[in-house]
């Protein structure tokens, strides 16, 4: 970061840690072969993926054998939602083919009836534009589940809409754009009850948890879930790298077919070096330090939560303040747009956002807001800031003030 | 590479330039911001990515808006291959959807006529697996062309197949186990020729050039391809990243939906680094030094292809001699298993392979040969060794030495 910005937009991309980076070299110099060759510098880029996905396993109390990296999120994301739209047909005759190619994973589009998929009105476009697309698509039915003002999805609501073809519940862990925390553990438990009471249901239950792995415990079996993702520039790991968590026994079809890496669920020659850095990024999570920094963020942050509100007439902060991750602020502010003080605070080296950077540069209010019971007007008044480990309190004071002069700027305007 | 390993993998895998690791750096430290982010963090990163598109779109000849970037060569190849077999449907109507996402690419599986795909039986798995999967699904006709025992594809074998419901064939421009040379621009005339006879024919040519790009041309109007794969560690850059080439006009439909990226084809954040170090591996194959590079490849090839055979009995070289990539030797060996061959050669610290890494580690012989008349026995001799650029005389010249010295004890033990 040149020339001192000051920079609030951790929820966009995190900076990737030293330690990370460090770790990471090695498979962009000496240690560049391809995990899957049999000789020895091959099995030195083999160990060093397996080693992240024991650093990933530690941190969702599960087996190794049940962590997928992947891409990125969105990869991710598409993997659970596209792959339960596919339904297993054990009945398939394997057609005969010139490769070697095996096909461990065979399913057909389900004629009968359709999966039928239970998602959030404030899931991230990587969750809701697949769903969509199926939906038009006409392979899948889909009940969208409203939030409170707050917010925040009721797990009684997820109970209404468990039925006979539910396929899947795909519900954030918190949200991108208002860090508001959702009830996972006790939708989870729904999705159990039901299980129980249902006997022959198959329903996975998917969080994307690529906002809260920082913050909150990601353990799966006390989550309930079956599926779980995470994104490597979330959490001080480098961007191009993602993990899905899949429950031993869940069937996912695949969105790419290949050489049979990752168990076949994403194929490609691995991404050692990012695998590695994610690994690394998961292993600091753990470190205790890293509540301490959490503290502090969480410090700053109710600061600003605090004294933008007595200092600045108009603004509200939206979502609910006790379920919410401790570095978002996220405020609308009258009369004025989010876009045009994002732009301003730029100018005066304070880098924010308007909302989730995948949709920002979109012409549309906040899909997040507008089902929160906001209006477009008020929609388009948002401003998210997000503190990191690197915040200083002199960078949140200085931003209260320079936030102060831009909004009265523009105001001034009208 | 510690202890001096000869490395002679190179299809496998090469290293990463140090003037693709410069190049890269910035972006795991300082220039860390997502490229969505309107501020100018955000703006960096944005800067950096188009500048990676528009060195590939010079190597390519093409705009930079036909340049897509993925996270590899499997992903590339499974969106042209799993892209086409969606139909597009103008008709669908939209459905309304809570979030902003918007659908800029509808499709449904078509459900009258079949999409034809043409394809070679030498394809790389991330070609084969994706094509088996959807044969054995039911959504698309498949025509295996057969090579001859050169391993080439004939391109009045392609004219034959093409038909009606043809949508794509698919074959790639240099095979990855015995290097041979497929003649792209020939069978690309041919597909034109049938388009301006067959007005409406929307047939899409692709071919996987992830082998041949260090030492091929790839101007795309040249080889008369609609679509073109490339991978950065093949070609001195990282790995997680490659290159979709699809020319205007020509529709898939993407393997992802979610925030936007890539023009809608391959959403996700940018993975930045690696986008960056792709664009400048590419910008080093049109340095000048290059070629001088690649003859020096050719001539310690040649060297091997020479003595090998008059220092050890019963070897065959396999493949066409002339069409075929300057760094690859591939070998069957009378009377020796070849991985028996890798494994001894790796513990007297030479690195290379049987085949093709990706499916080195499955117990079926490979494909590429067998499809090539080679009996199972004789494609279980294979050897492959690569050259690259850092490959030096001593080493050619040692490894002949090495490999002798392992076959005679290989075949002593029989």
Redo the contacts between chains.
């Keep these: ?2 020339k001192k ?1 000051i ?1 609030l ?1 951790y929820a ?5 840690d030293k330690k990370v ?1 460090k770790a ?1 070299a090695p498979f ?3 240690e ?3 995990p ?7 099995q030195h880029s083999r160990a060093a993926v397996e080693t992240a996905r024991e650093q990933v396993a530690s941190f969702l109390s599960c087996s190794a054998d049940e962590v997928v990296f992947t ?5 991710a ?2 993997i659970v939602i596209q792959g339960i739209s596919f339904h297993p047909n054990p009945t ?1 005759n ?2 005969s ?5 095996k ?1 461990r994973t ?4 389900s004629a009968g009836s359709k999966p039928h998929i239970i998602t959030s ?1 404030i ?4 969750v ?3 769903v ?2 199926l ?4 392979v899948i039915e889909v009940t ?1 589940i409203a939030v409170s003002k707050e917010g925040i999805v009721h797990p009684d609501d997820i109970e209404k809409a468990l039925g006979e073809n539910t396929a899947l519940v795909s519900i954030q862990y918190a949200n991108s754009e208002t860090g508001t925390i959702q009830p996972i553990a006790k939708i989870g438990k729904v999705i159990k009850k039901y299980k129980e009471e249902n006997i022959g249901s198959k329903i996975l239950f998917h969080t994307d948890a690529v906002q809260a792995a920082l913050y909150l415990h990601c353990n799966v079996a006390k989550l309930g879930v079956d599926l779980l993702t995470l ?1 490597g ?1 979330k959490i001080y790991g ?4 993602g993990v899905l968590y899949i429950k031993k026994g869940s069937r996912v079809r695949p ?7 990752e168990q076949d669920v994403r ?8 695998i590695v850095g994610m690994g690394e990024a998961i292993a600091e999570i753990r470190n205790p330090k890293h509540e301490i920094q959490n503290i502090q963020v969480r410090q700053l942050r109710d600061r600003l939560i605090k004294i933008i509100p007595q200092r600045i007439s108009g603004v509200e902060v939206t979502g609910s303040i006790v379920e919410r991750l401790p570095n978002n602020v996220h405020l609308l502010i009258n009369g004025v747009e989010g ?1 045009d003080v ?2 301003l ?2 100018q005066k080296g304070v ?4 909302g ?7 012409k ?4 997040v807001l ?2 929160m019971g906001y209006g477009d007007k008020e929609a388009r008044s948002a401003v998210r800031i997000t503190l990191g480990k690197h915040t200083k309190k002199e960078e949140v004071e200085k931003t209260v003030k320079i936030l102060e002069k831009v909004v009265e700027q523009l105001r001034a305007k009208k």
């Excluded at 891409?71 to 990869?75: D, Q």
């Excluded at 969105?255 to 890496?261: D, K, T």
């Excluded at 880098?351 to 308007?354: D, F, G, I, K, R």
């Design positions: 970061m040149k910005i920079y937009d966009a991309a995190t900076p990737t980076q990471m962009y110099s000496r560049f072969a391809n899957s060759s049999l000789h020895q510098l091959g891409s990125g999120a969105t990869e994301n598409n398939a394997p057609t083919h010139p490769g070697g190619a096909l065979p399913g057909v589009r009105m899931e991230h476009e990587s809701l534009a697949p969509l697309q939906e038009r698509e006409g969208y994104s520039h480098p961007k191009g790298v969105l790419f077919f290949g050489g049979g890496q194929p490609g020659t691995e991404n050692v070096a990012c876009k994002v732009f605070l730029d880098a924010v956002s308007t989730s950077a995948c949709s920002e540069r979109s549309e209010p906040s899909h507008l089902n």
